[in-house]
């Protein structure tokens, strides 16, 4: 069975600093990895995800991840908010033969983040 | 434009009063879900289904009801709704439902049940 936590359901930075958003992921398999952004009232968008290869996985909209096997995180990072990244991200987690389908996203509870002036 | 639609995007209703929320995909995907939203709980799978006439229940499916009669929609049935129904869904697709591919989300139904 795999799981998902993330730390800080709500975290706040100035434009133009550094976005880290914490996500740990249990799991019986070796893992496949996603964070989906969801901006007020539309569904969510794949930012990025984690299947094999390297570790350090960009996305969209300057984001990056970095699977840690060791740590068990796939922490989310952008260097310089924007204040057009105010929005709810999810880190979710898949595993091969998983139940669900091999595709049934195991979600986090989500972060808010909040982009100040 | 490659999309999942969802219908209706708001609904409110009573407690028992059958309702059924549509989805549908133009991009071809086999495998097509439904997800309930729910704050501090994240989203969970209701149902799923892998192909047409091919379904299975996910982490949360007692009182709902899916078919997939055709390969593009992917209903969602509420045969007697509850006020524990009250959430926002999602529909997703995804090509054939393998682990590492990107599924993609419907605009969302947030549904209220009085």
């Known amino acids: 069975a795999q799981s998902v936590t993330q730390l800080g359901s709500h975290v706040s930075v100035s434009e133009g600093a550094l976005v880290l958003l914490r996500c740990n992921y249990s799991?019986?398999?070796?893992?496949?990895l996603f964070w989906y952004v969801q901006y007020p009232n539309q569904g969510l968008q794949l930012l990025l995800k984690y299947t094999t290869g390297a570790t350090l996985v960009k996305g969209i909209n300057g984001f990056e991840a970095e699977f840690k096997k060791s740590e068990t995180s796939f922490h989310l990072t952008k260097p310089s908010a924007h204040m057009s990244d105010a929005a709810e991200y999810f880190c979710a987690v898949t595993a091969p033969f998983g139940k669900g389908g091999g595709n049934k996203l195991t979600f986090g509870t989500g972060t808010q983040l909040k982009v100040e002036l | 434009e490659a999309q999942v639609t969802q219908n209706p995007r708001y609904l409110i209703t009573v407690t028992g009063k059958k309702l059924t929320v549509t989805c549908s995909q133009n991009?071809?995907?086999?495998?097509m879900s439904w997800y309930r939203q729910d704050p501090g709980l994240g989203l969970r799978q209701i149902y799923y289904s892998m192909n047409v006439e091919v379904t299975d229940k996910g982490d949360v499916p007692e009182g709902y009801k899916v078919s997939r009669k055709e390969k593009r929609n992917f209903p969602l049935i509420l045969e007697s709704p509850s006020p524990n129904q009250t959430s926002l869904y999602f529909c997703?697709?995804?090509?054939?439902?393998?682990?590492?591919?990107?599924?993609?989300f419907g605009p969302g139904t947030r549904l209220l049940v009085l």
């Open positions: 991009m071809n995907h086999e495998y």
């Open positions: 997703a697709s995804s090509y054939l439902g393998g682990a590492q591919e990107t599924q993609y």
């Open positions: 799991s019986s398999v070796p893992p496949y």
